[in-house]
């Protein structure tokens, strides 16, 4: 077991059981963006709760409150 440091002070702890990568999965799908089970209520709820005072862009682009979003799909939904 160890541990790898990625950006943005995330750490990710190997190796991840098949239950604990599912959970993850089944708990972001919702709030993924290019998911057909896609929720935007899902989103908002998840960003309440994180309590941070992102602005929109730094938002959009947290893979924690919204997984899937990157600069091309931030970019066109501010236009």
């Known amino acids: 077991n160890y541990t790898v440091a990625e950006a943005w002070d995330t750490t990710v702890n190997y190796p991840v ?3 604990s ?3 993850k999965f089944t ?3 919702s709030r993924d963006v290019c998911s057909v089970l896609f929720n935007a209520q899902n989103v908002f709820t998840s960003l309440r709760q994180s309590g941070s005072r992102l602005n929109i862009s730094d938002a959009l682009l947290n893979q924690e409150i919204f997984p899937g979003v990157g600069n091309i799909i931030k970019i066109e ?3």
Do not use: T, V
């Open 17 to 19: 059981s098949a239950s």
């Open 21 to 23: 990568a599912r959970d």
């Open 27 to 29: 708990n972001s799908s």
């Open 77 to 79: 939904s501010l236009h």
